[in-house]
């Protein structure tokens, strides 16, 4: 069975730094493209930040040179370095996988990110 | 970047009626098209892919259509599970969601 949880979300001050961990089950992360999509409270969903199987990075214009995807083997987990965080950061933060170049099948729970003096 | 417009943002249906969503995409997206259901705290939860193909385990309840720029998403018997924010998305050019139709109990 997939499985995909999130941990690592918090009060955070501006401009402080967060790693968010997304622990996989039933699949490997490492043979799959990875995304991080995030929700800010009443809000829709904006994409964050895609890890392809080949370690190609991409991230999305309100995160590029603040954030960092990567991912880790020999655990089978996604992370997000967050760095320079700010108030319009404050979020759930998803993790999906990713079908190919296309769709998500599968969501963590989500972990929520708050960025407050 | 492709623009993903839904309307209504809300739209209020009693149960057992049939509840039409619409998309609609600033450029073509082709059909690379996908629909997600998601409910108060829990994550999103993938319906239709490819504008028309219902995911594994989703009632056919749920059709999706469309093509290029304009999509649909349409519930033909709403039960009471179905009453949640439904989000469009396109992935023929990286990705990118609508803003949300909420369904609401009439």
């Known amino acids: 069975e997939v499985q995909l949880v999130e941990s690592g979300g918090g009060l955070v001050q501006p401009g402080g730094s967060l790693r968010l961990s997304c622990a996989a089950s039933?699949?490997?992360?490492?043979?799959?493209?990875m995304n991080w999509v995030r929700q800010a409270p009443g809000k829709g969903l904006e994409w964050v930040s895609v890890?392809?199987?080949?370690?190609?990075?991409f991230y999305a214009d309100s995160v590029k040179g603040r954030f960092t995807i990567s991912r880790d083997k020999s655990t089978n987990t996604l992370f997000l370095q967050m760095n320079s965080l700010r108030a319009e950061d404050t979020a759930v933060y998803y993790c999906?996988?990713?079908?190919?170049?296309?769709?998500?099948?599968?969501w963590g729970q989500g972990t929520l990110v708050t960025v407050s003096s | 970047e492709i623009v993903m417009t839904q309307s209504p943002a809300t739209l209020s249906v009693s149960p057992g009626e049939r509840a039409t969503l619409s998309c609609r995409a600033s450029?073509?997206?082709?059909?690379?098209l996908a629909w997600y259901q998601q409910k108060p705290g829990q994550a999103p939860r993938l319906l239709i892919y490819?504008?028309?193909t219902r995911a594994t385990g989703i009632p056919a309840r749920f059709s999706g259509s469309g093509s290029g720029t304009e999509f649909t998403l349409t519930i033909s018997s709403l039960q009471s599970e179905d009453f949640a924010v439904y989000y469009c998305?396109?992935?023929?050019?990286?990705?990118?969601f609508g803003q949300g139709t909420k369904v609401e109990i009439k």
């Open positions: 490819g504008a028309s």
């Open positions: 450029q073509s997206a082709t059909s690379n």
């Open positions: 039933g699949f490997t992360v490492s043979s799959n493209y």
């Open positions: 998305q396109q992935y023929n050019n990286w990705w990118t």
């Open positions: 890890i392809y199987s080949g370690g190609n990075t």
């Open positions: 999906a996988r990713q079908v190919g170049g296309s769709y998500t099948d599968y």
